[in-house]
């Protein structure tokens, strides 16, 4: 496999992936619509039996504007990268992981936890509604971000790991990069699903299975066995 062969795979597996990401910013968007909707309905008919209807539409207005301002100054801190320091020949540097997409579906659809006493289900239920809005806003940033990945300097990175099938640390991919932002090229990295960063002792970087799978399918449609070597650094 050439790496103009690997290049292209990732241009497509880019490709796809912001194609994903289009998708669950629109599906969050829609669900927390609906969510708003029922709830909001629901809310709104109980309180306007009681107390008519302006007080319902009051109610409504204040409660889910009060959520969605809670939620837009909070958000940010619980949905935004990891922060690690790594070692490089030139000195420590600060490696961004960006959150991965289930960590953000696991945020808009809040805690599944069973142990939560009744009020913290309630007061987690009526948050749905601007926990699944903020964080379709917080998708749609990160359509850009997918596309302005670079493809030239993130298949280098991903070369090196494919090559060494194991962790590779940060460190090393810095003695390998000489020259690359490095900070920029890892951030990048990050947002391409089935890469994995490890923390643990010194920060590195790994392959998950389905990209292994993906970049094999690849290699299939080029013709080439499933049991050929699989570094992408042949020319």
Partial sequence: MTKEDFRNW?????ETQ???TIGASAAMAVLGLLAFVVQGGILYWLVSFGYGRTTGAMVILGLFGGMGVFTFL???????????EANTPDGSITVRVAPTMSAAWTFAMG????????PER?????M??????WTAWYMYGRIEQVRQIDINACAAVLRLLFKKSEKVSVETIAEKRSGTDLTKTLREVSLIDGVVFLTKRDVGISIAPRLSEDLA????????????PSSPFAD
């Fill in 74 to 84: 909070t958000a940010p801190g619980k949905l935004r990268d990891g922060e690690f």
């Fill in 18 to 20: 912001q194609k994903l």
């Fill in 128 to 133: 749905l509604v601007p926990r699944l809005i």
């Fill in 217 to 228: 399918k690849w290699r299939e449609k080029l013709g080439e066995s499933s049991e050929a």
């Fill in 10 to 14: 990732l241009v497509k597996k880019i």
């Fill in 122 to 126: 309630i007061f987690g239920l009526l």
């Fill in 111 to 118: 805690s599944l936890e069973s142990d939560q006493s009744w």
